[in-house]
């Protein structure tokens, strides 16, 4: 039986009673967590950034809850990271800077006494987590974070860790996704360290033109092999909205697989991104058969 507002496909008519007009009214009017957001504290984002102007556009789209999930990225091996790969030369985001722990928690603190009736939450973005798990430990250790994302932007190729996008144009496009998908599985089984898989496809924001149209189910099994282990896991998907929207038939497999929640995240490096495409990425993942959880800061569940 379908749910969504306004309609319900049953074997007789329907029309909504006044409990239905109010349940339909409520779920129109309810905007999921922004579980992902970037703010000044984030390596990479410019002069505009700023925590407290993404919580007043948090407060003035009525989403319940924000986190603020800063880059963690590292340029260099430290204690127990590497693996088989310390000799290898870490070749992407050489500019990138540490997070400011004690600075951006106290920033975090000032939100939350300005803007009281917003659930605030402390977060990290771990980049290759996998590949640098002593380093990453660090940082947790370093304060509360609420709401930690695991995420792959880089892959090892040859001797070097380079960003995954850039190996468009070196082989095939369709190869880069398949190692990227590879990369992201054996992250997924070699690091705990993070509660929400961050854009499980980034390389696919910037698919060639030139090839077509991006096909899900040209790596349906790669997909699946990664939903898989992160269901196992009892750890939760994201629905990340500056990425291409995903189909209703990719987060199908992600409910096949086991999984039992999806997190919305707006990946957001400027205040005004901040719950873009939320009303979409809804419509998509209570299509594939999630709905809100238990209250209006959970994830969305199964």
Known sequence: MNTRCGTKIAAVAWRPGPVDRV?????????????????????????????????????????????????????????????????VQIATRTYSQPLAVEGYLACVERCRDRFPGLRVLTGIEAGEPHLFPGSVAGVLAGGHFQRVLGSLHSVVEGERLVAADSLYGAIPAIDVMRRYLGELLRLVKGSDAFEVLAHADFPRRYWPAGEGPYDEAEFEDEYRAVFRELAASGRVLEMNTRSPLWSVSLLRWWRDEGGRAVSFGSDAHLPWRVGARFDEAVAVVEAAGFRPGADRFDFWRR
């Open 23 to 87: 349940a339909c009214v409520t779920m129109l009017l309810m905007k999921p967590a922004d579980n992902h957001v970037h703010t000044e504290w984030s390596w990479d984002t410019s002069l505009e950034a700023s925590m407290e102007r993404s919580c007043e556009r948090a407060v003035s789209l009525g989403i319940p809850s924000i986190a603020f999930t800063e880059h963690v990225d590292f340029t260099a091996w430290g204690d127990g990271d590497g693996a088989d790969h310390r000799g």
